[in-house]
């Protein structure tokens, strides 16, 4: 396997290279105001704020608007896990490979208590990482942490 990922890393790196000489020009452009805005407020515990700043925007057809509004209900003072749930899983509709979608929702199945579930969207993530990743990392520890949890609990 690590052969595999030596390989094809090589042949990423060759056809980057390939590509600088082609005359492409670049087509970056910035996320949209809706998605910088939310996860500041994110970042700020501002949960409530980024639902408010989420629905303005109302892009429901957007992975991101859906799984950011999925963490913010799970995360808010009076969490709604039925709601946050019903975004993630329409986040992963979309794109099924959605690496927050896949952390977020495997967070919430732990809290759950649906641990097989939540070690699905491990492994989920571990195809879409892969070289390995922040959420693949976090889901792991949070699963980690879980099941330590739940060896100490007297039966």
Request: glycine share 4%.
């Amino acid at each position: 396997m690590i052969f595999f990922k030596t390989l094809l890393i090589t042949f990423a790196f060759v056809f980057s290279l390939a590509s600088l000489g082609a005359g492409t020009q670049s087509t970056y452009e910035p996320p949209p105001a809706w998605l910088t805005e939310a996860k500041r407020e994110i970042k700020s515990g501002k949960y409530e704020d980024a639902i408010k700043i989420l629905n303005s925007a109302n892009q429901q057809n957007s992975a991101d608007w859906n799984n950011l509004m999925g963490f913010s209900l799970r995360k808010k003072n009076a969490p709604d896990l039925v709601a946050s749930e019903s975004f993630y899983l329409a986040a992963l509709k979309i794109e099924p490979a959605h690496k927050g979608a896949l952390e977020y929702y495997g967070e919430l199945l732990l809290i759950r208590n649906d641990l097989a579930s939540a070690e699905q969207m491990l492994k989920r993530l571990d195809k879409a990482c892969f070289f390995s990743c922040e959420e693949y990392r976090d889901l792991k520890e949070s699963i980690s942490n879980y099941k330590s949890k739940n060896l100490t609990k007297p039966n």
